[in-house]
């Protein structure tokens, strides 16, 4: 083998490890966005007066971050998230921060992000192939993660506060579902709209 073929093939090497690289940094550079987006979508809330749960449009950014990054790097979006609020941040809803919010009664629920991402992604990339994810597969990821969520959160609510079931449910699960209706139509739109490259 002579000295330009040689050059040729380091040369083929070394640009294969850039480009991976150059991947790596994309993926972690989405990372951050969705763990921004998940705050400032957490920024907007409503809170109500017969319950501690605000209304706001976290779960959106979070059912996005699993379904289009995939659960490992869904999953770490929504990590860095609440690690940020843990350490005081001011990232949860209404520009709150620190354990204090994680200990409190919707603490559940926002361990439960981590949760949502993981079951989208988990599901939405099952099986992938050339094609996008259909509706039907995005919608099932949404609806599961999202019960889920509801069950960890739920169950951490009626620990905290003492309530029982039924009422935990009315003040943290049944007046949220049309709005997580209408996030999870919003969200199906704009992932079917998306090339399948960006689908990581």
Not at 62 to 70: A, D, E, K, N, Q
Not at 78 to 84: D, G, K, S, T
Not at 174 to 189: F, H, Q, R, T
Request: charge should be positive; proline fraction near 6%.
């Amino acid at each position: 083998m002579n000295s330009d073929t040689k050059t040729n093939i380091n040369q083929a090497a070394n640009t294969s490890n850039i480009s991976g690289s150059r991947s790596n940094v994309t993926v972690l550079a989405l990372c951050a966005l969705f763990t921004a987006l998940t705050a400032i979508c957490s920024w907007i809330s409503i809170p109500l007066p017969f319950t501690p749960v605000p209304v706001n449009l976290a779960t959106f950014a979070v059912m996005l971050s699993g379904c289009i990054l995939g659960p490992v790097y869904g999953t770490l979006a929504q990590i860095v998230y609440v690690l940020l609020g843990a350490i005081g941040a001011p990232v949860f809803s209404g520009g709150a921060g620190g354990l204090g919010i994680i200990a409190g009664p919707t603490g559940g629920y926002i361990i439960g992000y981590m949760i949502l991402a993981a079951v989208c992604g988990f599901i939405t990339h099952m099986n992938s192939s050339a094609a996008k994810p259909s509706i039907v597969k995005i919608a099932l990821a949404m609806i599961l993660g999202t019960l889920l969520l509801y069950t960890a959160g739920t169950i951490w609510f009626m620990y905290v506060t003492g309530n029982k079931i039924l009422p935990s449910l009315m003040m943290c699960v049944v007046p949220y579902l049309p709005g997580d209706a209408l996030k999870m139509i919003v969200g199906i739109a704009i992932i079917k709209r998306l090339p399948r490259s960006f689908l990581q």
